[in-house]
């Protein structure tokens, strides 16, 4: 592939997709509960769709590529995460007999999901951003590879504990988000129908 394919938008639109999920994973400690979560329901299904557009170029290092990601760094999103997943669950406040265990395997599930794929990403961002051709060649390369591979269903399933978390009724304990934390918008419980609808529609009679 040649430099100017690795700086097309099929590849800078991923970059860029990337690099905003690193961003929330590495500022999940300060964001809202809500306004985390929020920007995950955005960015996973994104990131997805524009993995798959990515091109597959032939690979040229021998070598293993660097690895950015230190485990301290991997420990740090980790932990993060699992800490605002169990205050929107309110395994912290549970009473006694609550079935805490359960949530507890959520939340380290979850969090490891998304801590997987903050790896995998900011991997690829960094070797990316190095700018070589070589480099930028390889970066779209692995990430293509480990898309088909295994990214694919990590963000899969990502999706899917994102929607557990966040519809679950039957959740135990207190509910940590605020309604104003995902800036919703209307009033869900207000119908769709109004009064003047019959000059849209017009009468029946």
Avoid at 22 to 47: D, V, W
């Amino acid at each position: 592939m040649a430099m100017e394919e690795f700086k097309g938008p099929l590849v800078t639109e991923f970059v860029d997709a990337a690099a905003q999920y690193c961003r929330l994973m590495e500022q999940a400690s300060k964001k809202r509960t809500g306004e985390l979560f929020s920007g995950l329901q955005q960015l996973l299904p994104q990131i997805y769709l524009k993995a798959s557009a990515l091109p597959k170029p032939k690979y040229c290092y021998e070598e293993e590529p660097k690895r950015f990601v230190t485990e301290d760094d991997y420990a740090r999103i980790h932990d993060a995460l699992k800490q605002k997943i169990e205050l929107m669950n309110g395994i912290a406040r549970m009473s006694p007999g609550t079935r805490h265990n359960e949530q507890e395997l959520l939340s380290f599930s979850v969090a490891e999901n998304y801590a997987d794929i903050y790896e995998e990403l900011k991997n690829f961002v960094r070797l990316y951003e190095i700018g070589i051709q070589q480099a930028m060649n390889d970066a779209v390369w692995i990430c293509r590879n480990s898309y088909e591979q295994h990214l694919g269903l990590k963000l899969i399933e990502g999706m899917r504990l994102l929607h557990t978390v966040l519809y679950n009724k039957h959740t135990e304990g207190s509910r940590a988000v605020k309604i104003d934390d995902f800036k919703q918008e209307g009033n869900e419980d207000e119908p769709w129908s109004s009064d003047d609808q019959e000059e849209v529609y017009g009468d029946d009679e």
